[in-house]
Antibody, heavy 120, light 107 residues
Framework: EVQLVESGGGLVQPGGSLRLSCTAS????????MNWVRQAPGKGPEWVSY????????YYADSVKGRFTISRDNARNSLFLQMNSLRVEDTAVYHC?????????????WGQGTPVTVSS | DIQMTQSPSSLSASVGDRVTITCRAS??????LAWYQQKPGKVPKVLIY???TLQSGVPFRFSGSKSGTEFTLTISSLQPEDVATYYC?????????FGPGTKVEIK
């Protein structure tokens, strides 16, 4: 089973920045399209961003467009999310997810997530 | 953007009951619709993708169907382990929006 591990979360003031990372136990990230999905306490999942294997297709939710940047390093089997101009409403647990061959845009495998708290 | 709605927001049913959850897209999304199950304290799990394809390992009591822009998740015989919140997600084009969820409880 794929093991995805996120890191980089923490407490940050409004307007601050964080860079999240995601690594995998196997070459999952380098061979898969990937998503970032977040879930605020007591809320449902919210899709944040998607990047395909070759970084040719990159998409963002309107709520983060212009503030967040997704990227990947296939040689290091890693996925990143640069988050700038953070807002209180960005507070959530952030998960990296990977799809399945038949539906690469889905979130089939999930990491346990890294918590991000935006507060003054 | 295409909006996703779900109904009901919650339901309570007896063990063995047939349960139906509906997800509606505000515009056509072809068959690019997935259903997830999320149990308390766990990450969501894909049950169905492409509107009606059962993900590997998912019990056969779960099924999905489509009629126009309306999608249905059916649990043919509700089991105690099915207590969870169920979400739909569109993935035809970005944004890959999740529905608001349906909480299923045992009566």
């Amino acid at each position: 089973e794929v093991q995805l591990v996120e890191s980089g979360g923490g407490l940050v003031q409004p307007g601050g920045s964080l860079r999240l990372s995601c690594t995998a136990s196997e070459s999952t990230i380098s061979s898969s399209s990937m998503n970032w999905v977040r879930q605020a306490p007591g809320k449902g999942p919210e899709w944040v961003s998607y990047i395909d294997r070759g970084s040719a297709a990159i998409y963002y939710a309107d709520s983060v467009k212009g503030r967040f940047t997704i990227s990947r390093d296939n040689a290091r089997n890693s996925l990143f999310l640069q988050m700038n101009s953070l807002r209180v409403e960005d507070t959530a647990v952030y998960h990296c997810t990977s799809g399945i061959p038949a539906a690469p845009r889905l979130s089939d495998s999930w990491g346990q997530g890294t918590p991000v708290t935006v507060s003054s | 953007d295409i909006q996703m709605t779900q109904s009901p927001s919650s339901l309570s049913a007896s063990v063995g009951d047939r349960v139906t959850i509906t997800c509606r897209a505000s515009q056509g999304i072809n068959n690019y619709l997935a259903w997830y199950q999320q149990k308390p304290g766990k990450v969501p799990k894909v049950l169905i993708y492409a509107a009606s394809t059962l993900q590997s390992g998912v019990p056969f009591r779960f099924s999905g169907s489509k009629s126009g822009t309306e999608f249905t998740l059916t649990i043919s015989s509700l089991q105690p382990e099915d207590v969870a919140t169920y979400y739909c997600q569109k993935y035809n084009s970005a944004p890959f929006t999740f529905g608001p969820g349906t909480k299923v409880e045992i009566k």
